[in-house]
């Protein structure tokens, strides 16, 4: 967006990239810079949760994920429905392609850092599709469809890593799976715990990007059933948000 400077990007990816890095190492990690990347997260999950509902409510089609669109697309096989398998399908492959894109584009923008870059491209391309299937043109559906699935494989790709750990703001089935797995341990596990919060802290952010996912799943539910199409300009102005509050926090230091 024209608001973030290439300064202030850079800024702000080399901020993240810090905080990984002193958390390997055992270092403290500013709190400013770990609660900017947490509620980062948090929003961006709230994206993911959003984007997932509202693409389901008008499309019938999961955009933020692979396993319920391999279900649906399943189910259009074994009914015997041929035309019912393309929204999923077309939904899996231009997710898969935006992750890919999100790792292709990252080499040639040295000077301009990924995140920032990701998001902007998100506002457009879910705009976009909100618009064109408010305008009801031809194809309207398959193009929100691959727009937004492509937008939200772009947001998994260039978002993976928060407070040293790595996390997914487009679905859930594997961080609840560590959610659990890690509770379960700090109770069964023989080993006497150092004295560190780094788990209680990985599960406080682990269990803010459910709640966040969950929350965006139900305003974006919300929003498509009450405003249709348009509905979906809310992750747009979400995301615009996110990129100013990043940019000025990121300013002031």
Request: proline share 4%; charged share 15%; hydrophobic share 55%.
């Amino acid at each position: 967006m024209a608001s973030l400077s290439r300064v202030d990007s850079f800024r702000i990816a080399r901020a993240y990239e810090e905080c990984d890095l002193r958390k390997l190492q055992g270092e403290s990690v500013p709190t400013d810079v770990r609660q900017t990347g947490a509620w980062l997260s948090f929003g961006l999950a709230f994206v993911g949760g959003y984007g997932d509902a509202a693409s389901f409510v008008l499309a019938q089609t999961f955009t933020g994920h692979v396993t319920g669109n391999l279900v649906i697309a399943a189910v259009a096989v074994a009914a015997h429905e041929s035309r019912a398998m393309l929204g999923p399908l077309s939904a899996i492959v231009t997710f898969l392609i935006g992750v890919l894109l999100s790792t292709l584009i990252a080499r040639p923008l040295k000077a301009w850092p990924l995140l920032p870059t990701v998001m902007g491209i998100e506002v457009i391309l879910i705009v976009v599709a909100s618009l064109a299937l408010a305008s009801n043109v031809a194809h309207g559906v398959a193009i929100f469809v691959i727009f937004v699935a492509l937008a939200l494989g772009l947001q998994n790709g260039a978002f993976r890593r928060a407070g040293g750990i790595s996390v997914h703001t487009t679905f859930l089935t594997g961080m609840i799976t560590r959610l659990i797995s890690a509770e379960a341990e700090k109770y069964t596990s023989e080993v006497v715990p150092p004295p560190v919060k780094a788990p209680d802290t990985e599960i406080g952010l682990l269990t803010g990007i459910w709640i966040g996912f969950v929350l965006g799943a139900g305003t974006g539910a919300a929003m498509v059933l009450r405003f249709k199409a348009l509905g979906m300009l809310g992750a747009a102005l979400l995301l615009i948000t996110l990129i100013i509050r990043n940019s000025l926090v990121f300013k002031k230091k």
